[in-house]
């Protein structure tokens, strides 16, 4: 009898023991399971990091937009996210001499709008928003067809290297040189320029509900050109925005 009962108390003492270690096993079941999530979610964030990276803004340039606010102010920031990845390419390959200073005309926005950006994105300011026309025959309000043939009085999308200023029909202009093959490299032998234009005005816009055309040229109000002009000439990046259009799959600098 009395070697059962040493027997049960050996018993009931074991299991006392093993339910007083039970919390410090379960809890060290579990702290290895968060360690192994957290370990887990670590690599998963610095993954997603690096695909945002490559896909997305930097850091820097997102400030800069919503610092800004330019998606207030008509610019959508795809299309300023593409201006800034064309202004990078062409920095690397040394075609951008200045890469603190980019122009981006959006053709997605009506000729009634103020669509054309000037943007210092080392101070984080914006230079200039202003009227900007498009080629008479790209249409009339909005800009929906473009060519870079000769003579053909329309507009050339995509990235631009600026150039010297010079005299000369217009007055004062700016050279653009068109770095995209079949999209716009004509834009030298096209005299395609910045100028000064007096039907680039708000007058217009009250009488008809839009600008005049250029011939092709991205003309700018007279009285702004000068300024304009001495602040993006020599070796700035120049993007013009066409919105739909077969641009997208032919252009090598979005690609």
Same mark, same amino acid.
């Given at each position: ?29 579990? $702290? ?125 999308? $995509? ?97």
């Amino acid at each position: 009898m009395m070697k059962k009962i040493k027997n049960l108390r050996f018993f009931l003492n074991s299991f006392i023991i093993f339910l007083l270690h039970l919390p410090f096993v379960f809890a060290k079941s579990v $702290g290895n399971t968060l360690k192994n999530g957290y370990e887990s979610n670590k690599i998963l964030i610095t993954s997603t990091n690096s695909i945002v990276n490559h896909t997305a803004l930097s850091p820097l340039m997102s400030t800069v937009f919503d610092s800004l606010r330019l998606d207030m102010i008509g610019l959508s920031r795809n299309v300023f996210e593409m201006a800034i990845k064309g202004l990078q390419k062409l920095k690397k390959s040394g075609m951008v001499v200045t890469d603190n200073i980019i122009s981006i005309a959006d053709f997605s926005q009506p000729s009634n709008h103020k669509r054309l950006y000037v943007i210092d994105l080392n101070n984080i300011s914006l230079l200039f928003q202003t009227y900007v026309a498009h080629g008479q025959n790209s249409g009339r309000e909005y800009a929906q067809r473009f060519s870079n043939r000769p003579h053909s009085f329309q507009s050339s999308p $995509g990235f631009y290297v600026t150039m010297n200023p010079y005299l000369g029909s217009n007055g004062y202009s700016l050279k653009l040189n068109g770095v995209e093959r079949g999209i716009n490299n004509n834009a030298l032998r096209r005299d395609i320029v910045i100028h000064g234009a007096a039907y680039v005005n708000e007058e217009l816009i009250q009488e008809q509900g839009y600008i005049g055309r250029s011939w092709g040229c991205p003309a700018v109000p007279l009285g702004l050109h000068y300024k304009l002009i001495e602040t993006i000439k020599n070796g700035t990046c120049l993007f013009i925005y066409p919105g739909k259009s077969s641009y997208f799959k032919n252009s090598t600098i979005l690609k």
